[in-house]
């Protein structure tokens, strides 16, 4: 098990902010930090880091909450809104100027960037000099602008024990005295995150590893306000198949993205996901229930994962070929009825979800599901594909007339006569199979690929099929 806070039951948070989607990064934060609570018997809380109003929308916000619903990650309690906790973030942003943990801040915009342009030149580190650290605010003039900073420790020095990283230290001296309150009396994002954090009782921060930095600055804050310390957990961040920082190019686009546009269940993109940086022995495919019971984060790796899309389309097709025939079959109705311009009927829907056993063999995706339905719903005649109009050349509708034939003396339309009889005709011509099956297929579905050919005679059914190997004749000019 990993390490918990003192006496306290676990409780993660997954805190994204509403500037665009829940991409897959974050996913796979929230993911873990779900995981941790649920097999720690702990608590999984939500909130919506909104306080940056010039880029947070009501859109974002309710993408990422539709995301973590298809992900199946449930949360505790009410979500929280940073932004309207901003009266309880700029309280304690008092106390501690109260209490001397901070100071104002009178300098102007013009003498920072003063400041900054000799650091860069002087090649020093980018942080405030303190200059404000220990004057008396009566220096500043009347009525002047002010920010409020946090008093950080200079001697010394902070570590950290990461339940993923290990242990990791900074020199006190590295810290600088961040703003707490802006000049018009807002609170920062540092300051917000801290506050939120302790309100809601979080006993473990994880999250990407490029807040590691963040940790030390919050620490300051904490224990300058005498409050018990988090566990941290900072995950390696998710990197492409070349071994680059993740980009859209290479997948790190909204979960909605995987679903809609990749044909994604869900259940496989969470069991890739946990598989990114963390592992049980062998295992590749687990249930929700095994991943509760199995994951600790103090087994996630240090270094970064690489995202495959290869791995995640295996796991699709077994999750798929495991999917229930009517769960599948009201996923690529919608998609269906997009390419069709109407709506599917109640028999379309009956027949769809008959279809499902055949198409789910072989799919990867919801959306090859979807493709490979098609041909069942198309109207007369159909429209062939040029590689599937090259096969019904004079050679094939000659197989087709001769399959026709047998095919209206078959006693019952069930498989064994079916196959009976086009095995019959293949014999009769001394063919393979193969030779007789492509221009069949190609009349009854206009495509070169489709579910096995018995089964796509069976879901047509006599009058459809029949009628469409007509139509195909009628194609020798």
Same mark, same amino acid.
């Given at each position: 098990?990993?390490?918990?806070?003192?006496?306290?039951?676990?409780?993660?948070?997954?805190?994204?902010?509403?500037?665009?989607?829940?991409?897959?990064?974050?996913?796979?934060?929230?993911?873990?930090?779900?995981?941790?609570?649920?097999?720690?018997?702990?608590?999984?809380?939500?909130?919506?880091?909104?306080?940056?109003?010039?880029?947070?929308?009501?859109?974002?916000?309710?993408?990422?909450?539709?995301?973590?619903?298809?992900?199946?990650?449930?949360?505790?309690?009410?979500?929280?809104?940073?932004?309207?906790?901003?009266?309880?973030?700029?309280?304690?942003?008092?106390?501690?100027?109260?209490?001397?943990?901070?100071?104002?801040?009178?300098?102007?915009?013009?003498?920072?960037?003063?400041?900054?342009?000799?650091?860069? &030149?002087?090649?020093?580190?980018?942080?405030?000099?303190?200059?404000?650290?220990?004057?008396?605010?009566? &220096?500043?003039?009347?009525?002047?602008?002010?920010?409020?900073?946090?008093?950080?420790?200079?001697?010394?020095?902070?570590?950290?024990?990461?339940?993923?990283?290990?242990?990791?230290?900074?020199?006190?001296?590295?810290?600088?005295?961040?703003?707490?309150?802006?000049?018009?009396?807002?609170?920062?994002?540092?300051?917000?995150?801290?506050?939120?954090?302790?309100?809601?009782?979080?006993?473990?921060?994880?999250?990407?590893?490029?807040?590691?930095?963040?940790?030390?600055?919050?620490?300051?804050?904490?224990?300058?306000?005498?409050?018990?310390?988090? #566990?941290?957990?900072?995950?390696?961040?998710?990197?492409?198949?070349? *071994?680059?920082?993740?980009?859209?190019?290479?997948?790190?686009?909204?979960?909605?993205?995987?679903?809609?546009?990749?044909?994604?269940?869900?259940?496989?993109?969470?069991?890739?996901?946990?598989?990114?940086?963390?592992?049980?022995?062998?295992?590749?495919?687990?249930?929700? &229930?095994?991943?509760?019971?199995?994951?600790?984060? %103090?087994?996630?790796?240090?270094?970064?994962?690489?995202?495959?899309?290869?791995?995640?389309?295996?796991?699709?097709?077994?999750?798929?070929?495991?999917?229930?025939?009517?769960?599948?079959?009201?996923?690529?109705?919608?998609?269906?009825?997009?390419?069709?311009?109407?709506?599917?009927?109640?028999?379309?829907?009956?027949?769809?979800?008959?279809?499902?056993?055949?198409?789910?063999?072989? %799919?990867?995706?919801?959306?090859?599901?979807?493709?490979?339905?098609?041909?069942?719903?198309?109207?007369?005649?159909?429209?062939?594909?040029?590689?599937?109009?090259?096969?019904?050349?004079?050679?094939?509708?000659?197989?087709?007339?001769?399959?026709?034939?047998?095919?209206?003396?078959?006693?019952?339309?069930?498989?064994?006569?079916?196959?009976?009889?086009?095995?019959?005709?293949?014999?009769? #011509?001394?063919? *393979?199979?193969?030779? #007789?099956?492509?221009?069949?297929?190609?009349?009854?579905?206009?495509?070169?690929?489709?579910?096995?050919?018995?089964?796509?005679?069976?879901?047509? *059914?006599?009058?459809?099929?029949? %009628?469409?190997?007509?139509?195909?004749?009628?194609?020798?000019?």
């Amino acid at each position: 098990m990993g390490a918990s806070a003192p006496n306290r039951p676990v409780v993660t948070r997954f805190a994204p902010s509403p500037t665009g989607y829940l991409h897959i990064g974050g996913a796979r934060t929230a993911l873990y930090n779900w995981l941790y609570a649920r097999h720690m018997g702990g608590k999984f809380l939500l909130r919506i880091e909104d306080t940056d109003r010039a880029r947070s929308t009501d859109d974002a916000i309710e993408a990422i909450i539709e995301g973590m619903k298809w992900l199946d990650l449930d949360w505790d309690g009410e979500i929280v809104m940073q932004f309207a906790r901003a009266a309880r973030h700029a309280e304690v942003a008092r106390d501690l100027l109260a209490n001397g943990h901070a100071y104002k801040c009178f300098a102007t915009a013009e003498e920072l960037e003063a400041m900054r342009a000799e650091q860069r &030149e002087k090649k020093l580190p980018m942080r405030y000099d303190g200059r404000w650290r220990d004057r008396d605010p009566s &220096e500043a003039p009347a009525g002047a602008p002010y920010v409020v900073r946090l008093k950080a420790p200079k001697e010394g020095s902070v570590t950290i024990a990461d339940l993923v990283q290990g242990d990791v230290t900074v020199n006190n001296a590295e810290l600088d005295d961040f703003v707490l309150l802006r000049s018009d009396g807002t609170p920062t994002y540092m300051l917000s995150v801290v506050v939120d954090d302790h309100d809601m009782g979080i006993t473990h921060v994880i999250r990407g590893d490029d807040h590691l930095n963040n940790a030390f600055r919050q620490l300051v804050l904490i224990r300058a306000m005498g409050w018990e310390e988090p #566990v941290y957990a900072h995950v390696p961040l998710i990197h492409g198949a070349d *071994g680059a920082k993740l980009s859209k190019r290479h997948g790190a686009l909204g979960v909605e993205a995987y679903r809609d546009e990749m044909g994604y269940l869900p259940e496989a993109l969470c069991n890739y996901l946990v598989k990114l940086g963390w592992g049980h022995g062998d295992a590749e495919v687990f249930s929700r &229930e095994q991943a509760v019971e199995w994951f600790d984060i %103090a087994d996630v790796g240090r270094g970064a994962a690489r995202f495959d899309f290869k791995k995640l389309e295996h796991l699709n097709g077994i999750y798929i070929r495991e999917a229930a025939d009517e769960r599948l079959a009201a996923i690529v109705a919608p998609q269906i009825e997009s390419t069709l311009a109407r709506t599917l009927t109640e028999s379309d829907s009956a027949k769809l979800v008959a279809a499902m056993p055949a198409l789910k063999l072989r %799919a990867k995706s919801t959306l090859a599901l979807a493709e490979g339905a098609l041909f069942l719903f198309e109207s007369r005649p159909l429209a062939y594909a040029d590689a599937a109009r090259a096969l019904l050349d004079d050679a094939g509708l000659d197989l087709l007339a001769k399959v026709i034939n047998v095919l209206q003396e078959c006693p019952e339309w069930a498989e064994a006569a079916l196959e009976s009889a086009v095995k019959g005709v293949a014999e009769e #011509v001394a063919v *393979g199979l193969g030779k #007789v099956a492509q221009p069949l297929r190609a009349a009854l579905t206009g495509r070169t690929t489709s579910p096995g050919i018995y089964d796509v005679l069976l879901l047509l *059914g006599r009058e459809e099929a029949m %009628a469409r190997l007509n139509d195909a004749l009628g194609l020798r000019g």
